[in-house]
């Protein structure tokens, strides 16, 4: 059973697969354009909203974007498989993981370990899952763009979320995660 990677299959499926300007919440629909790819058109419709005088707070958070560094960037996966379950990825809309410039990589590292403690202070998991799917192929749900998932993960859920299947179990909904990590990752020294 290769149950612990394939539930990213599903991750934006529903928004990325045919769907017009996919990946845009509807409050910040007021962005005209589509790239065609749900985390490049997610953070345009952010920065639109924010440049026609919506708070940075209430943009961000419509978008479940938690944190931005200079390359990459934090979100919340909108179809968690665990509470907590997030994503790390470059701004730059690139598949491969060589293709990222060093610094790119490097950032996308250090958030991916800032991830790590604030999940940790956060939820007390007993273990993370830190996971990359590089194409179609390998499960990723929007193979153009790299996003590494990231998720706390505790004794026995696997077993439990095998009895739901596909049915998602929301202990906890994505505005309080958003502000969980939003004020987690707040108190990260600089
Ligand atoms: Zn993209």
């Not at 953070?43 to 924010?50: G, K, P, R």
């Not at 990459?72 to 491969?96: E, K, Q, W």
């Not at 590292?109 to 799917?133: C, S, V």
Request: aromatic share 8%.
């Amino acid at each position: 059973m290769d149950l612990l990677w394939t539930p990213w299959r599903f991750t934006y499926v529903t928004t990325a697969d045919g769907a017009p300007r996919p990946g845009i919440p509807a409050s910040l629909a007021a962005w005209p354009g589509d790239t065609g790819c749900v985390f490049c058109n997610l953070i345009a419709s952010v920065d639109h909203a924010i440049a026609h005088g919506m708070s940075v707070d209430e943009a961000e958070s419509a978008a479940g974007l938690v944190l931005r560094g200079k390359h990459c960037f934090i979100c919340l996966n909108a179809y968690p498989y665990t509470s907590g379950h997030v994503m790390v990825l470059p701004y730059a809309h690139l598949d491969r993981l060589a293709a990222l410039p060093v610094e790119t990589a490097r950032e996308m590292m250090d958030l991916a370990q800032r991830t790590e403690q604030a999940l940790e202070q956060i939820y007390h998991p007993h273990g993370f899952n830190f996971g990359l799917n590089v194409g179609h192929a390998a499960g990723a749900g929007v193979a153009g763009h790299l996003h590494l998932h990231a998720m706390p993960r505790w004794t026995g859920d696997t077993n439990f979320m095998t009895t739901v299947a596909e049915t998602r179990v929301l202990p906890e909904d994505l505005q309080t995660t958003w502000k969980r990590m939003r004020e987690a990752f707040a108190e990260q020294p600089g």
